[in-house]
């Protein structure tokens, strides 16, 4: 089974790059159909997808984060990584990877990470 963990600062400076870094296992990222996606969570509020890179290596972004946010892959080491430029305290949040293979027209289950606090202050 696939398994996915989070790793990376918990706390950051405004104006900081934050990376994180998701480690896979159970599975290479380059497996057919997946889609290895970065989720955040900001407290008291919903799921917020920042985007995602699929077994493809092509890249998608939420635009609402196009300008700061880029998402990588090392297949060496069977990793994906999120990078989120100029952070300010509204990137506080939980953020988790995600692991989903897409079907025709339907997708399969979802894959988790356990979530990693970030806290972006001074």
């Known amino acids: 089974q696939v398994q996915l963990q989070e790793s990376g600062p918990g706390l950051v400076k405004p104006s900081q790059t934050l990376s994180l870094t998701c480690t896979v296992s159970g599975g290479p990222i380059t497996t057919n159909y997946y889609y290895w996606t970065w989720i955040r969570q900001p407290p008291g509020k919903g799921l917020e997808w920042i985007g995602h890179?699929?077994?493809?290596?092509?890249?998608h972004i939420n635009p609402s984060l196009r300008s700061r946010a880029s998402i990588s892959r090392d297949t060496a080491k069977n990793q994906f990584t999120l990078q989120l430029s100029s952070v300010t305290p509204e990137d506080t949040a939980v953020y988790y990877c995600n692991a989903r293979a897409r079907g025709f027209t339907d997708w399969g289950p979802d894959y988790w990470g356990q979530g990693t606090q970030v806290t972006v202050s001074s």
């Open positions: 890179i699929p077994y493809t290596g092509v890249t």
